[in-house]
């Protein structure tokens, strides 16, 4: 498992670094990020790659692919 620490990171940075950790092999990702919009982004980066997305809490995002 991989831990992703995007606090502080504006969209589209936090959706960025979950799409290079999956190709670089990453099965399940954790990422805490803060942006208002991170949920959108990761979602749609974990769909692109056929991966789910689940929010574990608030800034909080699990992703298994």
């Known amino acids: 498992m991989i831990r992703i620490d995007a606090r ?6 936090p959706a960025i670094r ?3 950790a999956l190709r670089d092999g990453a ?3 954790e990422i805490e990020a ?7 982004e990761l979602a749609s980066a974990a769909a692109a ?3 789910k997305l689940a929010v574990v809490s608030d800034g909080l995002f699990r992703v298994e692919h």
């Open 8 to 13: 502080g990171m504006r969209c589209p940075w």
């Open 18 to 20: 979950l799409a290079k």
């Open 27 to 29: 099965t399940v990702v």
């Open 34 to 40: 803060d942006d208002p919009r991170a949920a959108g």
């Open 49 to 51: 790659v056929g991966a």
